[in-house]
Structure formats: C-alpha cells, structure tokens
T-cell receptor, first 114, second 111 residues
Framework: DTAVSQTPKYLVTQMGNDKSIKCEQNLGHDTMYWYKQDSKKFLKIMFSYNNKELIINETVPNRFSPKSPDKAHLNLHINSLELGDSAVYFCASSQGASGHHGYTFGSGTRLTVV | DAKTTQPPSMDCAEGRAANLPCNHS???????VYWYRQIHSQGPQYIIH???NNETNEMASLIITEDRKSSTLILPHATLRDTAVYYC????????????FGQGTTLQVKP
C-alpha cells in the first residue's frame, strides 16, 4: 500500500482551466503539506494542514486553494491555470505539526500548462 | 532556520562509503540537522536527523562535529540506487514543520 498517494501522476491542461490534485495518506498522520518543485528543481512549501486546520500558507496566489476534508486527505485546487504553474507538486505528511520525525512524501504530480 | 552549504555534486564508487558534507556555521543550540534525499522523479525521502550526538539508522550515519558547525552524512556501502540529490536542512524541532530545501548535493554512484 502506498503511504502517500497523489492523483493524477501527470496532468496536461490548457491555460485558463481549473484543475484539482488529490492526496491521501494512510499513515495515520495528523499533518499534511503541499510542496512545489519548479523547473530549476527548487522545492518550496505552499501549504500545511494540521488536523484539518490551515497552519502554513506561504505566499501563493489565491488561485491555489487547498482543502482538507479530513486528516487523511489534502487536495489542491487551482483556478485559471497559467503557464508558470507548470511544475511538479508533491504532497507530504508527518505526525505532529513540527514534522520532527520526518515527512513522508508522495511521488508527485507533474502539471504541464500549455 | 540556519543556512546550510553543500557541495553541488560528488561522485562515489559503488560499494564504497559516500561521505556528504554540510556546513551550518550559524546553527543555534536548539536546531536539528535533517537529511533528505530525492531520487530522480520521486518525492524526497527522509534519511536521518540529529542534534549533537552521532546518529545511525538502517540507511545512514550522521556525524555532527563537536561545535555543531558542520556534519557529514555517511552511506556506508553506496549502491547505484543511492544516486540522488541529498539535502541537508537545519531547523528548530518545535517549529511548525516547514522544510526549507536548498540546492543539495547531487551524488552520482558509479559502477
């Protein structure tokens, strides 16, 4: 069983469309995250939820809206997609908001906006 | 969180130990050193973390100098599957979990 699973793995879409990426973890963790890895391979945090409560919200355009229906799920919805949104998006989870004992990352969703 | 400095790339022969250095000269007393790696096209993977004592687990060993200004991640018997980007991250354990990734060290294990 995959610990942190993301769907879809690949997503190709046109500018202006709205899309969602789903993430689920079966580790029983209480904190989940979204990271973005751009073309230069830099990994940056976008959002974090602890027990369904938003605790980290980096400087991200408000076209990006995370939603956590429960502790095991954190979805990312993106409105009005732009070319610059093309990247690999990673979901992660940890036990505790500090992530002290390590994150577990999903395998990523490669988003290509054309 | 303190900044870290890592060499951009390193090579290692398969079966030999890979020693990956990290400088963190501005580390403060309550900051831990964490190591993650990212194998091509996969999500980052947690390896190990430590505060001041040396640590070992099934994946690697972490050696932290006595002044804590630098550390070394040791993969005792590198395999081709250890080829990856290795990230050294310094942060306060109690802070809200935000990992700040630098450029890391690209380790190439060669046959």
């Amino acid at each position: 069983d995959t610990a942190v699973s993301q769907t879809p793995k690949y997503l190709v879409t046109q500018m202006g469309n709205d899309k969602s990426i789903k993430c689920e973890q079966n580790l029983g963790h209480d904190t989940m995250y979204w990271y973005k890895q751009d073309s230069k391979k830099f990994l940056k945090i976008m959002f974090s939820y602890n027990n369904k409560e938003l605790i980290i919200n980096e400087t991200v355009p408000n076209r990006f809206s995370p939603k956590s229906p429960d502790k095991a799920h954190l979805n990312l919805h993106i409105n009005s997609l732009e070319l610059g949104d093309s990247a690999v998006y990673f979901c992660a989870s940890s036990q505790g908001a500090s992530g002290h004992h390590g994150y577990t990352f999903g395998s990523g969703t490669r988003l290509t906006v054309v | 969180d303190a900044k870290t400095t890592q060499p951009p790339s390193m090579d290692c022969a398969e079966g030999r130990a890979a020693n990956l250095p990290c400088n963190h000269s501005t580390i403060s007393g309550n900051e831990y050193v964490y190591w993650y790696r990212q194998i091509h096209s996969q999500g980052p993977q947690y390896i190990i973390h430590g505060l001041k004592n040396n640590e070992t687990n099934e994946m690697a060993s972490l050696i932290i100098t006595e002044d804590r200004k630098s550390s070394t991640l040791i993969l005792p018997h590198a395999t081709l599957r250890d080829t990856a980007v290795y990230y050294c991250i310094v942060r306060v354990a109690g802070n809200t979990g935000k990992l700040i990734f630098g450029q890391g060290t690209t380790l190439q294990v060669k046959p």
